[in-house]
Nanobody, 124 residues
Framework: QVQLVESGGGSVQAGGSLRLSCAAS?????????MGWFRQAPGKEREGVTV???????VYADSVKGRFTISQDNTKNTLYLQMNSLKPEDTAMYYC?????????????????RGQGTQVTVSS
């Protein structure tokens, strides 16, 4: 059974940093072509944040480009999201996701497997 478990969320002040982790079990990274993060703020639609593909390329939403970095550690079956220069508008629940096919950033919230989320709160 595939399971994704996020951790690393918390409360920070604007300008601060956080690193989210997503531990995967039940599959290995090589089994999935697309892995990524999406977020959802209260009262707002889910937003694709970033995707990393099995061949190593990455894509980011314009709102986080230059501030967030996605990476993975295949030896630990863990996906990461390094978030720097955080802004209050980054406040949301963050979810990781994985899919066996190549998928676009806009569909990351609909990937085959998704975690339960970790809360990120950025205060001004």
């Amino acid at each position: 059974q595939v399971q994704l478990v996020e951790s690393g969320g918390g409360s920070v002040q604007a300008g601060g940093s956080l690193r989210l982790s997503c531990a995967a079990s039940g599959y290995t990274f090589s089994d999935y072509r697309s892995m990524g993060w999406f977020r959802q703020a209260p009262g707002k639609e889910r937003e694709g944040v970033t995707v990393i593909y099995s061949h190593g390329s990455t894509v980011y939403a314009d709102s986080v480009k230059g501030r967030f970095t996605i990476s993975q550690d295949n030896t630990k079956n863990t996906l990461y999201l390094q978030m720097n220069s955080l802004k209050p508008e980054d406040t949301a629940m963050y979810y990781c996701a994985a899919d066996p096919e190549f998928r676009l950033l806009r569909s990351v919230a609909y990937f085959t497997y998704r975690g339960q989320g970790t809360q990120v709160t950025v205060s001004s």
